[in-house]
């Protein structure tokens, strides 16, 4: 539908709130998106949603019902944007921890036991989180190169480091983690 065939006072109202908060809108997004050249086209879509409301008289606070309908956008932007990471297998990672066969058998059976014991905890998790803690006690991945094998945000990784380790804590399968 062109804007020609919307009724002049939808045009007034999305116009207005674009003239008295799209300066704020742009910098909301530009903080928010990877990307700032996405910037215009994420606010593009936030003001065609404006267009769509019906009954915008209805709009109490046209501020917050913009800044509600831009983080709806750049969610769905970002869900877009997102790659799919690549699968992390947590077994592999754990096999890594076996001992060699010259070692004390009572330690083999030991050290199998808590393998074992890590490998069902792990289970019991959230794919990225159980692979953010394998990376990082096994691996030796630093939070910023977890963040970028996994294509999420260096907080989340770190949630999921501390999440993962109160959960190991909990079962007793990491002795002194500090995350």
Not at 41 to 65: G, S
Not at 140 to 146: D, H, L, N
Not at 157 to 167: D, E, S, T
Request: hydrophobic share 40%; with cysteine; aromatic share 6%.
């Amino acid at each position: 539908m062109g804007l020609s065939l919307l009724p002049s006072d939808t045009r007034d109202f999305v116009a207005t709130i674009a003239a008295r908060y799209g300066r704020r809108l742009r910098r909301f997004l530009s903080v928010r998106l990877r990307n700032v050249h996405d910037v215009p086209d994420v606010a593009q879509e936030v003001f065609l949603r404006l267009l769509r409301v019906e009954r915008h008289d209805a709009i109490r606070n046209p501020e917050a019902y913009l800044f509600t309908v831009a983080g709806h956008v750049l969610h769905q932007h970002l869900l877009n944007q997102t790659p799919d990471p690549g699968f992390v297998d947590i077994t592999d990672a754990v096999s890594e921890l076996t001992t060699s066969a010259g070692e004390d058998p009572a330690a083999r059976v030991d050290n199998a036991a808590r393998i074992e014991l890590l490998e069902r905890t792990l289970a019991q998790l959230p794919p990225k989180v159980g692979a953010a803690l394998v990376m990082h006690r096994v691996g030796g991945f630093t939070v910023p190169e977890i963040a970028e094998r996994l294509g999420v945000s260096r907080d989340s990784v770190k949630k999921y480091l501390m999440r993962a380790a109160q959960h190991c804590r909990k079962r007793r399968v990491v002795r002194g983690a500090s995350e």
